[in-house]
């Protein structure tokens, strides 16, 4: 099984090279992909320097547009798991292999990582807590599951779940509740992981530029767009296809088929 | 004339041109039909007709601004999926100048 763990970054120069020193010492053998951001510091050559991939964005995009670059190319060349980690150190990588066990055993396509079950020495902001309780609450209700942390981007996702994101259906800042909700209507399972989150290294959150009550608006509004969406995520995600244009991204030679982007890579 | 010159310099496409130069083109004959939308906005049940006429331009520029914040939304998809796609281009051309040297 060929696993990737994509870390989106935006200005992490100061954290990026002891995450990655950190993921290698703990899974040597595992594929390390840096989504630099469009970040103005040395972020993306200081990954490289620390052995990693770096896809290089011209230019900011967000955070949720990062990762679905990751994932368009882990489905390109041909992974079968990826395993988002924040650039900033805080999820401490001994939580990896939980994750991977429940996407690679359990046959689960999202495993989420979540620091309500796990043990956490930092402390939530008041403010973000409300909202993470509310979004909580709403995910558990409309996935009818218990969902304790769907602000959580510490996930593994199954390449089935990575060809559905890499088409239209990835918000390009936060994915949250609403994407959990998407992905619950189109048929995908998940299950929520406990994992560790320590305190921020150094430099500053990427949360804090976001206007909180903008925030629940917009989480609000595209967790009712999920729910009109419904039917035509039932029938199988492709409600996004009906654009020709999107579709073509992921239609390229090899982009469905496993065994084909693997051939060309050795023939490489 | 505005709109025409901004087509012809290549500053405004014939397809955006639309709205605006509909919207001109009713401008310009408002006047001459002054007698029907006064009888039009008395049946609607405006007291004041000169309302019911503002009341249409400004449904007019409504539709010219939601056709952009459309065309915006498409245009910023399709940046984001242009950039997404250098991104990964350049990262496969640097893997193999690294493995040619």
């Known amino acids: 099984m060929r696993i990737l763990i994509i870390i989106p970054a935006y200005n992490e120069a100061e954290n990026i090279s002891s995450v990655i020193s950190e993921v290698y010492s703990m899974y040597p053998s595992t594929d390390l992909l840096v989504v630099d951001d469009g970040s103005s510091d040395a972020t993306a050559a200081l990954a490289e320097s620390a052995g990693a991939k770096v896809l290089r964005l011209p230019f900011n995009l967000g955070y949720g547009a990062a990762v679905q670059t990751g994932m368009i190319y882990a489905v390109e060349s041909g992974y079968d798991v990826c395993v988002l980690l924040d650039g900033d150190g805080q999820m401490d990588p001994r939580s990896i292999s939980a994750l991977i066990d429940q996407v690679a055993h359990y046959r689960v396509d999202l495993a989420l990582g979540s620091r309500f079950l796990g043990t956490t020495d930092y402390t939530i902001p008041f403010g973000r807590r409300i909202g993470t309780l509310l979004f909580s609450k709403l995910t558990s209700f409309f996935t009818r599951q218990q969902v304790t942390d769907p602000t959580s981007g510490f996930q593994a996702i199954n390449r089935r779940l990575m060809k559905f994101f890499a088409r239209d259906n990835y918000p390009a800042d936060y994915p949250d509740a609403d994407t959990l909700i998407k992905l619950y209507f189109a048929g995908f399972t998940m299950r929520e992981v406990p994992v560790t989150i320590r305190p921020r290294l150094r430099g500053k959150s990427m949360h804090n530029s976001v206007s909180s009550l903008y925030y629940i608006y917009k989480m609000l509004f595209s967790i009712f767009i999920a729910l009109t969406q419904r039917r035509m995520l039932a029938d199988g995600g492709h409600h996004a296809t009906r654009n020709q244009d999107t579709d073509r991204q992921c239609q390229l030679p090899g982009a469905d088929d496993d065994r084909e982007p693997r051939a060309s890579q050795t023939a490489r | ?101």
């Not at chain 2, 010159?5 to 408002?30: C, N, P, T």
């Open chain 2, 1 to 101: 004339m505005t709109i025409v010159s901004l087509v012809h310099h290549k500053r405004l496409d014939e397809q955006y041109a639309f709205l605006w130069l509909a919207a001109g083109v009713i401008m310009l004959l408002a006047p001459l039909a002054t007698p029907l939308l006064d009888q039009l906005s008395k049946a609607l049940g405006f007291h004041y007709p000169p309302a019911f006429v503002l009341l249409l331009a400004f449904l007019g520029l409504c539709l010219i601004n939601l056709q952009s914040s459309v065309v915006i939304s498409r245009l910023n998809k399709h940046n984001k999926q242009l950039a997404q796609r250098l991104a990964i281009i350049d990262q496969r051309l640097r893997e193999m100048e690294r493995q040619k040297s």
